[in-house]
């Protein structure tokens, strides 16, 4: 079997087309979505991911607001501009890009930003919304994954979706999305034992590791759907996922690729995210 590819920068295309005209109802009435985006230090790849927020904002017709400090920045500093925001008028969402720099408590930083401006999803209160199956703001990439599917219509229900990576970011998320869509979940991780046993059993398999080529097309049950989370960029300069996309693509039916997979869709959802919390705020969702 040769896999279809899902492209996220097409339904990326579609849907930020989507809601450019929704921000724009928005914007005749007076509502202007907008995003605060926090970036400490100058770490290139963050660098890399706050500039394609900034162009997806301008496109959709989102106001972003970038606040770049020094990686000498200290956590107090950080938490009286999260009060700040927090209380902002005009700031519909908030994110704080990550990671931060070591002298910095990740998890005090997420708790402090209001929910209600949670763009990211990863405030406790959101991931609790979320595991419970209210309405919340989803975490983007476990988002934009889903999105991805069902823009192929394919159905989750009784799938089994393996899991490869547990952070809080993606993998963790990710999980609860594709239960609360009836999908069997199994989550594997670096201590994980016969990690192939679960990989040949996997209906959808989505690997966020950070490795490249962490997998190849041995283990991949045929006609399984393959989600590559990866990001890594190899000695020739190049990014590549955590997947081997040519010896993947001969055994599954479906196959996001990196780049033009999930990475453009994580942005997608955030601007989504952003629209809906300023719809929120003035009781329009
Ligand atoms: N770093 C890598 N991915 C993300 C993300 O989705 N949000 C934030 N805030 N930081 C990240």
């Known amino acids: 079997m040769t896999a279809e590819v899902i492209y996220g920068s097409e339904l990326a295309k579609k849907l930020r087309a989507d809601m450019k005209e929704e921000a ?67 700031v519909h969402g908030i994110l704080v890009q990550l990671p931060l720099p070591d002298h910095i408590d990740e998890q005090i930083v997420i708790e402090a930003i209001s929910p209600e401006k949670d763009v990211d999803g990863f405030h406790p209160i959101s991931i609790g919304r979320m595991m419970t199956g209210k309405d919340t703001f989803f975490p983007c990439t476990p988002y934009g994954i889903i999105q ?18 547990r952070s809080n970011i993606v993998g963790k998320p990710v999980g609860q999305l594709l239960l609360a869509e009836n999908a069997t979940v199994t989550y594997c991780h670096s201590r994980t034992k016969n990690m192939e046993k679960y990989i040949e059993s996997a ?57 033009k997979g999930v990475g453009p869709m994580t942005i997608t959802m955030l601007m989504h995210n952003t629209i809906k919390s300023a719809k929120k705020k003035n009781g329009l969702a």
């Open 24 to 90: 724009s109802l928005l914007r005749n009435k007076g509502i202007i979505p907008g995003l605060a985006v926090v970036l400490i230090g100058d770490d290139p790849a963050s660098k890399s991911y706050v500039k394609g927020k900034q162009k997806a904002s301008d496109y959709v017709g989102v106001d972003s607001e970038l606040i770049e400090l020094p990686d000498t920045t200290t956590q107090e500093e950080l938490l009286v501009l999260i009060d700040e925001l927090n209380n902002k008028e005009t």
């Open 148 to 165: 991805m599917m069902k823009s192929k219509n394919i159905s989750l229900e009784g799938k089994h979706a393996v899991i490869i990576g």
């Open 203 to 259: 209906d959808i398999l989505i690997v966020a590791v950070g490795k490249a080529h962490f997998i190849n097309g041995d283990h991949i049950k045929d006609g399984a759907i393959v989600i590559d989370v990866g990001v890594n960029r190899i000695e020739d300069g190049s990014l590549t996922g955590d997947v081997d996309f040519d010896s993947a693509k001969e055994k599954a039916s479906y196959i996001t690729p990196v780049p």
